[in-house]
């Protein structure tokens, strides 16, 4: 629900790109979906988990890519 609240506001990251903080990548589906919808208004995603196996199996099953110029994965605690 709070997701839906990026397209309610058609302004927010047109004065200045955004910068996203994802706690929880799993499978990084949701980071890539970010990166692709929000195009140019997305400055940089830092996105934490904990769990390298995920991180791995979204890069291998789901086409997660860490090494996006616009992500920045981070592997470990987020506390």
């Not at 629900?1 to 499978?27: K, V, W, Y």
């Not at 589906?29 to 196996?53: C, P, W």
Request: proline share 5%.
């Amino acid at each position: 629900m709070m997701l839906a609240g990026l397209f309610l506001a058609p302004s927010l990251g047109q004065e200045r790109p955004l910068n996203i903080l994802h706690l929880g990548t799993g499978a990084g589906i949701m980071t890539s979906f970010l990166v692709s919808q929000l195009g140019e208004r997305l400055n940089k995603i830092t996105t934490v988990d904990n769990s390298q196996d995920m991180l791995t199996l979204g890069q291998t099953y789901f086409g997660f890519n860490p090494n996006h110029p616009k992500v920045e994965s981070i592997c470990g605690d987020a506390f």
